[in-house]
């Protein structure tokens, strides 16, 4: 193909109401080699749709889904978790997952235990767990952490890791 002037108008009316239906470039170049039999590079193509002024939408942005703390939260409380569907208890722990990872950490996040004590935790590439309190000697109880590794194990669940 030598521009965009050897294509009729039907053919350019076509193209137009591909980019309209929301095809990319990969799919219009497909459809030219498929319907019309031309065969153009990619390249070819962006430059076509240049040439004829033809704007491609722009891809749909996926609906965010739910943050983990709060996937975590609904799940412990539809689980029935007492004092976690009302913010972390004796014995409780809230988990959310960092949306940006410590540096070395496969996964990192906080995890509330209540009454202000606020911990960073993360996971290592050996699987290791590693926690930095918030406040200077605070040591979560036995209960605490059960809390807090079952719910760390339906986070991880529900995020897809």
Do not use: C, H
């Not at 590079?41 to 739910?66: G, H, M, Q, S």
């Not at 540096?103 to 590693?130: C, E, H, T, Y």
């Amino acid at each position: 193909m030598k521009s965009a002037k050897s294509l009729s108008d039907d053919q350019i009316k076509q193209i137009q109401a591909w980019a309209d239906e929301g095809d990319g470039f990969s799919e219009i170049q497909k459809k030219l080699r498929d319907e019309f039999e031309l065969r153009v590079t990619y390249l070819e193509t962006r430059f076509l749709l240049e040439d004829l002024k033809i704007e491609l939408k722009p891809a749909p942005v996926p609906e965010p889904e739910a943050k983990p703390d709060e996937v975590a939260t609904s799940d412990m409380a539809a689980e029935g978790e007492a004092g976690l569907d009302e913010g972390p208890g004796e014995g409780g722990a809230r988990v959310s997952l960092d949306t940006l990872l410590r540096p070395g950490a496969l996964i990192s996040g906080k995890v509330d235990f209540g009454g202000g004590n606020k911990v960073s935790w993360w996971l290592d590439q050996m699987g290791r767990l590693g926690m930095d309190p918030g406040a200077p000697g605070f040591r979560p109880s036995e209960e605490q952490m059960i809390a807090f590794q079952r719910e760390l194990r339906v986070v991880i669940q529900k995020s897809g890791l």
